[in-house]
C-alpha cells in the first residue's frame, strides 16, 4: 500500500527512494512493535494453532500500512 501511494504521487526518482524508504522503515517499526506486545513466544503460539495472535500481528501491519499510505500524500 505505501509503496503504491508513493508512485502514484512521487515527482522525481529521489521522491520515490525517499518516501518509499521511509515508508519501509515505518512498515517494519510497526511490525516490530506489534511482535513485542506479542511477545518472544509468538512463533510457538501460532504452531499451536492460536490464529489470535498472527491476526493481530497482520492487523497491526495492515493499519499502519494505510495510515502511512494515507500520510505519505503530499
Do not use: C, K, Y
Not at 35 to 53: F, K, N
Amino acid at each position: 500500500l505505501v509503496l503504491a501511494s508513493v508512485l502514484a504521487h512521487a515527482v522525481s526518482l529521489g521522491d520515490l527512494l525517499t518516501w518509499g524508504g521511509i515508508g519501509l522503515l515505518v512498515q517494519v517499526l510497526a511490525f516490530l512493535v506489534g511482535r513485542l506486545l506479542l511477545g518472544a513466544d509468538l512463533p510457538r503460539r501460532m504452531r499451536e494453532g492460536q490464529v489470535s495472535s498472527g491476526l493481530f500481528l497482520g492487523v497491526v501491519s495492515l493499519s499502519a500500512g494505510v495510515l502511512n499510505a494515507a500520510t505519505l500524500i503530499h
